[in-house]
């Protein structure tokens, strides 16, 4: 008998392997219910003998020996993929049913949805993805079987020759010079490269959607041709569909780029593209943000420091950062010697702690630094604030002993906490180990490692294995923000690291008078401030908090003869460093307050003769409409109260 263990550690037995009649991870699903083997998409598996190590497979994957068996559904991170990779199928089968001519490129699942990029004349229009999504429905509607098969090299290149299919020749090429079988699925009359999983059919894909079509260059080089790729996303069930595109218009409406121009914060021109611009209404939120970080972190006992933009190369030689990051660093030439304008602080705080001797009695020595850093991104990765050329990063670096690790990870985890509660983000953790490309030894990556999970089980915090994903000197926290409309970010993060401190050989006199060699933590809160404000204005529509509005109270006279009153109320409102202006225009006042409104101004008063008799102002709120009349000297109280409180 073979025993499958499933999730939980039930155990369950099926006869001895049956060449004629084997048992598939879609039989043991069928074994545990109907329910779960309608709702199973893919399968992990992992045998004793290592032949699969918790492996993503086909739900049609034999079971020849003993195993655990895990069933994933759309719930699933993988389990999500392998539905939206088959998606991907039906979408390029439609496309060449009704464009022969077009060219197969890719089609992965990415997060929220899948693409396909085809080689065509002409773009694809808004009418053509109606056509092909209209198609798509009539194979989900055949309900047409996916089947796995592989050919030798030869047989691929040939198949793909005959079907002159020139992106799959180059990706089979490459297949072939490493020796291996070319994996292909067929449905219907439809054959794709494909490593897979796919659904057993097509007809599982019940809901999807094209959302639209943009170019992409083959492979993402731009010295490559460039492509047509159709976005689309796909769920079992039309509801989950129907509340996925509602959330994508609530997410357009939301967009800090668009929101950004309406707001007056930051602009981007073709002059500096990738360099973003602010104005005065963004440069108020940005200082609010760096002001309420610099009081943040003068309380928990960080000096703060500034570094220089450039450096010499020989410093990220040294740094590794020029080994396995120059690709990304804009350099300049300086009386003769080559300079690096710094993609990272971390070099310059080293230089920092360098420059004086140090004693454990310091330690945890903080330095924190909001540093502007300039990174070479491609051009197609470019998006609004989120990602940019240059940004300010809200860097600390943290020397101490290998006994404070635990202590020092607990408390930038506290601080963290604190800011994200602030804002009203829910967030969760992930804990990404040693990546290929890494500097130093496994057993210091090891030791790395368990101190971060170690401090992330002693103060109970839930988190996710992100395996490989550490940076290249050391292993990381990372923190991912949930914003009001379910979206996650990924901002936060603690670096440990072993490696810097060995290669710029820093020392600290320890309590045995000797020197010793510190740890060294990077780590951020907002990520980038650039990019935590286009997060900040996508989770508020741009509707900020009292605290954080640029213009915090605008008053609206009614006529001209209130304006004397009005620079009154003016005058108070600054004295408690309330950020107010006048609409001084001679329009309505109806227009006045729909105007304010749709500039997302928290507070607006409204004065006509009878606020001027009485000497009170009437207030409407923009979260709860009017608020009556109130006495200036109150509404001061009540505003400077919220503020110092910073209410959400």
């Not at 194979?139 to 089947?147: G, H, S, Y």
């Not at 990870?409 to 009203?424: A, M, Q, R």
């Not at 030791?447 to 395996?467: C, F, P, V």
Request: charged share 30%; aromatic share 10%; glycine share 6%.
């Amino acid at each position: 008998m073979i025993t499958v263990t499933l999730k939980g550690g039930e155990k369950r037995e099926f006869p001895e392997h049956n060449e004629s009649a084997p048992i598939t991870a879609f039989d043991v699903a069928k074994s545990i219910g109907a329910g779960l083997a309608k709702a199973a998409c893919a399968a992990r598996i992992a045998t004793a003998d290592s032949s699969l190590d918790g492996e993503i497979c086909d739900l049609r994957k034999m079971i020849d020996r003993d195993c655990t068996l895990d069933i994933l559904t759309f719930d699933t991170d993988d389990g999500r993929k392998a539905f939206r990779h088959t998606a991907a199928h039906i979408l390029a089968q439609a496309v060449k049913k009704l464009y022969p001519d077009a060219k197969l490129a890719i089609g992965p699942a990415i997060e929220d949805g899948f693409y396909y990029d085809f080689d065509i004349e002409k773009p694809f229009t808004q009418e053509d993805l109606e056509k092909i999504e209209a198609e798509m429905k009539q194979i989900v509607k055949a309900d047409l079987k996916l089947e796995a098969f592989t050919l030798s090299s030869e047989e691929a290149l040939k198949f793909f020759e005959e079907q002159n299919e020139p992106y799959k020749i180059e990706l089979c090429q490459e297949l072939t010079d490493k020796g291996a079988e070319v994996s292909f699925y067929r449905q219907g009359n439809f054959t794709d490269l494909c490593a897979g999983p796919h659904l057993m059919s097509t007809g599982t894909v019940k809901a999807f959607k094209l959302l639209n079509c943009t170019g992409a260059y083959w492979r993402g080089n731009e010295k490559n041709k460039m492509l047509s790729r159709i976005y689309g996303t796909a769920f079992p069930k039309a509801s989950q569909l129907e509340t996925h595109l509602a959330r994508l218009e609530e997410a357009k409406k939301r967009d800090h780029r668009k929101l950004g121009k309406e707001l007056s914060l930051f602009m981007l021109t073709d002059e500096g593209i990738g360099f973003p611009f602010f104005m005065p209404n963004g440069m108020i939120l940005r200082n609010l943000l760096i002001d309420y970080w610099r009081e943040l972190h003068t309380e928990a006992g960080y000096k703060e420091v500034s570094t220089p933009a450039m450096l010499t190369r020989d410093l990220w030689e040294r740094s590794g950062h020029w080994a396995h990051y120059s690709q990304n660093i804009y350099t300049s030439e300086i009386d003769g010697a080559n300079y690096a304008i710094k993609p990272m602080n971390c070099p310059g705080g080293i230089l920092v702690y360098m420059s004086s001797p140090h004693s454990y009695r310091e330690f945890p020595l903080r330095i924190g630094e909001l540093g502007l850093v300039h990174r070479h991104e491609k051009s197609g990765a470019l998006h609004g604030l989120m990602r940019v050329r240059c940004f300010t990063q809200d860097d600390a670096h943290i020397f101490m002993t290998k006994e404070q690790i635990k202590d020092e990870i607990k408390n930038v985890t506290k601080l963290i906490d604190e800011v994200y509660s602030g804002f009203g983000f829910n967030y969760h953790i992930e804990l990404s180990t040693m990546p290929e490309d890494h500097m130093g030894s496994e057993e210091d990556w090891e030791i790395a490692t368990n101190a971060l999970e170690n401090a992330l089980k002693e103060i109970g915090r839930d988190y996710i294995i992100n395996q490989g994903d550490g940076a290249f000197y050391g292993p990381k926290i990372d923190f991912h923000l949930e914003d009001s409309i379910g979206r996650t970010w990924q901002c936060g993060t603690i670096q440990l690291d072993f490696q810097l401190p060995e290669r710029f050989e820093l020392e600290y006199i320890g309590t045995d008078g000797a020197k010793h060699r510190p740890v060294m933590i990077h780590r951020v809160v907002f990520g980038s401030i650039e990019r935590f404000i286009a997060i900040l204005i996508e989770h508020f529509a741009g509707a900020f908090p009292l605290w954080l509005a640029p213009e915090q109270v605008r008053i609206m006279p009614i006529a001209d003869r209130h304006n004397e009153f009005c620079e009154k109320v003016l005058k108070k409102l600054k004295f408690y460093s309330i950020r107010a202006d006048i609409d001084s225009r001679s329009e309505k006042v109806g227009f006045k307050i729909r105007e304010a409104q749709l500039q997302k101004i928290p507070y607006m008063l409204i004065i006509g003769d009878n606020e001027v008799e009485t000497e009170q102002v009437s207030v409407r709120s923009r979260k709860e409409g009017d608020l009556g009349a109130i006495k200036i000297d109150a509404l001061c109280e009540k505003l400077n109260s919220e503020i110092i409180e910073k209410a959400l």
